[in-house]
């Protein structure tokens, strides 16, 4: 194809846009929903996926105390802990208090506690360990040291809770493939047929041009351009709107007993631009499909 033709093509492919306009709006739309779907899986699990990983990075306990225990005992256990290299106690909280926070978290379903016959909730100690650089500590170890202290009924660490997310982060990724699988066979599908409708359209104009001469390439040419504005318009749309949802209706920061747990941010470029680029080249793809029912490729 000669280069002097380029605006030959796209003057034609705009003019079938216009000429076909409900058409295409119809296919962009369902084109920039299908991949808003998959854009606002791929956000969540995006995020999901790096505060998971970010929590398990920081390792920190919960040594839930044994039910009377006095200060005496609770003391020795605080001091204890502090001795533990690289150790941190982020917090003390009581049997009422874990309580109280209970309630709090419950919100308007609270009342369903009022009934308990005594407080079940144990008394804890927060712990974080910020050990230095190369120097992380065995969590399995350090559960089994605490445990055996007098007072400590039982330790809970970020890492069993990592690995128990592991697995569920894998049957999202599998969920994400078949989703994103799923929704590319749809656009697929939805642009082989606009295209296929605008060739309709145009099936006398097509037949006059192969009589005088025209190739089958300066004859397709256009609606190969055709599908490929489609693709770029929905995935410049889907971007823009996921971006904006993100700004508008997301959760900054998520704080729980006081630490930062969740940073809800943005999918990176990256994904961004293989979105548009996937986008494209299922607009461009979808035109070879509709074109290959009418010419010999």
């Given at each position: 194809?000669?280069?002097?033709?380029?605006?030959?093509?796209?003057?034609?492919?705009?003019?079938?846009?216009?000429?076909?306009?409900?058409?295409?709006?119809?296919?962009?739309?369902?084109?920039?929903?299908?991949?808003?779907?998959?854009?606002?899986?791929?956000?969540?699990?995006?995020?999901?996926?790096?505060?998971?990983?970010?929590?398990?990075?920081?390792?920190?306990?919960?040594?839930?105390?044994?039910?009377?225990?006095?200060?005496?005992?609770?003391?020795?256990?605080?001091?204890?802990?502090?001795?533990?290299?690289?150790?941190?106690?982020?917090?003390?909280?009581?049997?009422?208090?874990?309580?109280?926070?209970?309630?709090?978290?419950?919100?308007?379903?609270?009342?369903?506690?009022?009934?308990?016959?005594?407080?079940?909730?144990?008394?804890?100690?927060?712990?974080?360990?910020?050990?230095?650089?190369?120097?992380?500590?065995?969590?399995?170890?350090?559960?089994?040291?605490?445990?055996?202290?007098?007072?400590?009924?039982?330790?809970?660490?970020?890492?069993?809770?990592?690995?128990?997310?592991?697995?569920?982060?894998?049957?999202?990724?599998?969920?994400?493939?078949?989703?994103?699988?799923?929704?590319?066979?749809?656009?697929?599908?939805?642009?082989?047929?606009?295209?296929?409708?605008?060739?309709?359209?145009?099936?006398?104009?097509?037949?006059?041009?192969?009589?005088?001469?025209?190739?089958?390439?300066?004859?397709?040419?256009?609606?190969?351009?055709?599908?490929?504005?489609?693709?770029?318009?929905?995935?410049?749309?889907?971007?823009?709107?996921?971006?904006?949802?993100?700004?508008?209706?997301?959760?900054?920061?998520?704080?729980?007993?006081?630490?930062?747990?969740?940073?809800?941010?943005?999918?990176?470029?990256?994904?961004?631009?293989?979105?548009?680029?996937?986008?494209?080249?299922?607009?461009?793809?979808?035109?070879f499909i509709a074109l290959g029912r009418f010419f010999r490729i």
């Open positions: 194809m000669k280069l002097r033709l380029a605006p030959y093509f796209i003057r034609q492919a705009i003019q079938n846009v216009r000429k076909n306009w409900l058409v295409h709006i119809v296919g962009v739309s369902t084109m920039v929903i299908s991949f808003l779907i998959f854009g606002a899986f791929l956000l969540l699990f995006y995020n999901v996926d790096s505060w998971i990983h970010g929590w398990g990075d920081s390792l920190s306990m919960s040594v839930y105390l044994e039910d009377g225990i006095d200060g005496t005992a609770k003391e020795k256990v605080l001091s204890l802990i502090r001795g533990i290299p690289g150790a941190h106690i982020e917090r003390t909280i009581t049997k009422k208090q874990a309580f109280l926070d209970l309630k709090r978290a419950l919100g308007r379903e609270a009342n369903i506690l009022d009934g308990l016959p005594r407080n079940p909730l144990p008394a804890s100690i927060e712990v974080v360990f910020r050990p230095s650089e190369g120097n992380k500590p065995d969590p399995g170890k350090l559960r089994k040291k605490l445990e055996t202290f007098a007072g400590v009924e039982e330790v809970q660490y970020s890492e069993e809770w990592l690995n128990r997310f592991e697995g569920l982060m894998r049957v999202f990724r599998l969920a994400g493939l078949i989703i994103g699988g799923l929704l590319g066979l749809g656009v697929l599908f939805i642009v082989t047929n606009t295209i296929k409708l605008t060739i309709y359209s145009r099936q006398e104009e097509i037949g006059i041009m192969k009589l005088v001469g025209a190739t089958d390439w300066f004859v397709k040419t256009p609606f190969l351009i055709e599908g490929s504005i489609q693709g770029v318009v929905s995935g410049f749309l889907s971007i823009l709107i996921l971006y904006s949802g993100y700004i508008i209706l997301s959760v900054k920061k998520a704080d729980i007993l006081g630490l930062a747990l969740l940073d809800f941010v943005f999918i990176p470029n990256s994904y961004t631009l293989t979105i548009f680029l996937v986008s494209v080249a299922l607009g461009l793809l979808g035109s």
